[in-house]
């Protein structure tokens, strides 16, 4: 057991109690035969810069009779923008803007009569006696959540929407559930965008954090702002960041792509094979080098062999040539970076 872990996760319970996004039932209300308890467990991203330990709750466990709380569950429909079309649509933009809403799910409430579908048992010591608690907002691993997420943004703009033009669009067409990816045509129109958004969604209890931009000269302008509407800054400066699975260079205004692959060993099976494959595969499938290893794909699974069976000696060929040709082209795109560097 890890025993930092442990601490990090009760310090997630008790925020969720705090912030009253989570409450104790009485015990009166314990012996409830429909509430519906959920298991949950730690999410743990070192590469987040703000919440590294998350919970996650399982509601596609089937309870005693067998069925989960998802399972009866309506998804809805689709709301947001496909995520191709949404990335081509912001570097469109010569000025980038992005930003995420703090706690999203968290930041809506489920109806009251609805909680108690959404319990969870919990003590922070073994030797403390189990507390029955009920979560009182759109909860992390229900079906549901993102409809509910999602529609919940639009419908602050189809409210107020009309006194914030330059948000309205943009909020309900530049967002992917909590990452907003817009863009200005200058640092005025950024700034108008700024204040706009900002002011909108706080219309609907929402806050967005981490704001960037390849316009140092916009994020100037939005921490003085920030410093002066709320005394502290909610910049994201870093050079190189993480825009929904791909890694954008926002000084240089580019998006980069890093594999990094195990060294190959023998014996080379189909199983190493597809492992390494599914860290080739980004979220939008921009690199031709996806468009060939997908036929690749089809030539293992027509082989015929089994997962832990090495490859022919035709495949062994050709999975070789494949990872040659992606680590030149990995040296080319360095030297063009390094020419780049030293004209800027």
Not at 116 to 127: A, G, I, S, T
Not at 215 to 243: C, F, R
Request: glycine share 4%.
């Amino acid at each position: 057991m890890d025993p930092n872990l442990k601490i990090k996760y009760a310090e997630v319970i008790s925020e969720y109690l705090e912030l009253g996004h989570m409450e104790k039932v009485p015990i009166t209300e314990q012996d409830d035969p429909e509430a519906v308890y959920l298991p949950h467990h730690a999410v743990v991203r070192e590469d987040r810069t703000t919440t590294k330990v998350r919970v996650v709750f399982d509601a596609s466990c089937p309870g005693t009779n067998g069925v989960s709380l998802n399972q009866d569950l309506l998804v809805g429909p689709t709301l947001q923008a496909d995520l191709r079309h949404l990335l081509i649509r912001w570097r469109r933009y010569p000025i980038c803007l992005v930003s995420d809403i703090i706690k999203m799910y968290r930041q809506i409430k489920v109806e009251e009569r609805h909680t108690n579908f959404q319990r969870l048992v919990w003590r922070d010591h073994p030797e403390s006696e189990l507390q029955h608690m009920r979560l009182l907002r759109v909860t992390f691993g229900t079906v549901s959540a993102p409809y509910l997420a999602v529609r919940c943004l639009h419908q602050i703009v189809y409210d107020e929407g009309k006194n914030y033009p330059l948000a309205a669009e943009r909020v309900l067409n530049h967002f992917y559930m909590d990452d907003l990816l817009t863009g200005c045509e200058s640092v005025e129109e950024g700034i108008q965008i700024y204040k706009e958004i900002n002011e909108l969604l706080k219309k609907g209890g929402f806050e967005l954090q981490k704001w960037s931009s390849n316009s140092e000269e916009l994020l100037k302008v939005i921490s003085e702002e920030d410093v002066a509407s709320q005394g502290s800054v909610q910049l994201k400066i870093d050079s190189v960041l993480k825009i929904l699975g791909l890694t954008w260079n926002r000084s240089s205004d580019h998006f980069e792509y890093v594999v990094q692959l195990p060294e190959l060993k023998a014996p080379v099976t189909k199983r190493k094979v597809i492992s390494d494959i599914s860290r080739i595969f980004n979220s939008v499938e921009w690199l031709m080098s996806v468009i060939r290893v997908r036929t690749f794909i089809q030539m293992l699974w027509l082989s015929g062999i089994g997962l832990d069976e090495e490859l022919l000696i035709q495949l062994l060929n050709k999975w070789l040539q494949y990872l040659k040709n992606l680590q030149e082209t990995y040296l080319v795109d360095e030297l063009k970076n390094e020419e780049r560097k030293k004209k800027d």
